[in-house]
């Protein structure tokens, strides 16, 4: 754990795995995941657009006795992109094989995931962006006409052998859609977007995964943990999962309201799902910066952070919620920050907002 001071700003900033992001962490918690993962469209809560096309989409595809067309989910980490593709397959009847762009380093990585898939049959690339050109473009006739090229021994030995394969549907998941070379995103028939999930569908999937795991909850309860979610299921199950061991060693087992306030309380997660980091940002921004704008190189430098760390992990989520606005000049707190963080505006002459100064009550 990388811990960085700044006694201007009085924050301690922890680079750390943060329990709001909605990132993968461990296989343990992949475990635990699985074991909630809705398996059909009909178990499946929120993403109603998506829903609803898949299940046309299939229909018809079994109706004609054919594999489905090349699928590609996109959108933030944590929201069900994963568990799409194994519903997917479990409706089509048919089974999943499963890999990420950055495990595929050459052609003979691939090789072997595409001769053992039969017809029909699923094959998932997490982190498709990541994939390199060589692979990229060696799975292009995969894709297209079901055939590969693979070359075996080099130099003069070498010699190309054409393999068939068998129709199978490719879908791929990213969270960065725009990193994507256009021939590869051509060549996906079915593009789907997934959006944030709103307090009332993380509701469901927290009753849902409560009654999974056997666990009895006032009334109420589930519904505090879905406001810290931020839109993103993976981060609603952790959080719960973080809340039933709070609840079971400082309480009966039961989830009451002072039993989840004070877990989230103790994970230093508020009302609105901001933690420590989120928070810097926005002192940040008010105290050094007078409100902005500031620049995200500057606010990086200012908290000893990453630049990246704060565009993927920090701003989407304080833009999403109206706490941060991007000028072409920098980023802007907003006044609803100020008021969620108890910054009160301080006026002098040099700005047209009534802002030189933001100071915690």
């Known amino acids: 754990m990388l811990i960085s001071v700044n006694p201007c700003l009085k924050i301690i900033v922890m680079a750390i795995d943060r329990i709001i992001s909605g990132d993968k962490r461990s296989e343990q918690e992949e475990s635990f995941a699985l074991s909630l993962r809705p398996r059909s469209l009909d178990e499946l809560v929120g993403q109603d657009n998506v829903r609803q096309k898949l299940a046309i989409a299939m229909t018809a595809a079994k109706q004609r006795g054919e594999p489905l067309e090349h699928i590609l989910f996109y959108g933030p980490p944590g929201l069900g992109k994963t568990t799409l593709a194994h519903i997917v397959a479990n409706e089509m009847g048919t089974n999943i094989r499963s890999s990420s762009g950055p495990a595929l380093v050459k052609q003979g990585d691939v090789m072997g995931l595409l001769t053992n898939i039969g017809t029909g ?11 390199s050109t060589p692979v990229e473009e060696f799975i292009y006739p995969a894709m297209e006409d079901f055939k590969v090229d693979f070359t075996v021994d ?7 052998i054409n393999f068939p394969l068998k129709r199978f549907t490719l879908i791929g998941a990213t969270t960065r859609a725009g990193l994507l070379s256009a021939p590869l995103r051509s060549r996906f028939g079915m593009l ?6 709103g307090e009332a569908e993380l509701a469901q999937i927290l009753h849902r995964s409560a009654k999974l795991l056997s666990l009895d909850c006032q009334d109420g309860t589930l519904e505090l943990i879905a406001a810290r979610s931020r839109g993103t299921p993976r981060v609603a199950n952790r959080l719960l999962k973080r809340v039933r061991d709070y609840a079971q060693v400082k309480g009966t087992g039961r989830l009451s309201s002072e039993i989840v306030e004070n877990a989230l309380k103790m994970e230093r997660i508020d009302s609105l799902g901001l933690d420590e980091l989120d928070r810097a940002v926005l002192r940040a921004l008010a105290e050094v910066y007078e409100g902005g704008p500031a ?3 500057a606010i990086a430098a200012t908290l000893g952070e990453e630049k990246d760390t704060l565009e993927d992990m920090v701003e989407p989520y ?4 109206g706490f941060v606005r991007r000028t072409r000049r920098g980023r802007e707190i907003t006044k609803a920050a100020c008021e969620h963080l108890g910054l009160k505006i301080k006026t002098t002459g040099n700005k047209d907002t009534e802002s030189a100064g933001l100071f915690e009550q």
């Open 318 to 321: 304080l833009l999403q919620i």
């Open 192 to 197: 789907y977007h997934l959006e944030f999930y």
């Open 295 to 297: 620049g995200i190189e």
């Open 154 to 160: 080099s130099g003069m030995h070498a010699k190309t």
């Open 121 to 131: 049959d699923v094959l998932f690339i997490d982190e498709v962006h990541r994939l």
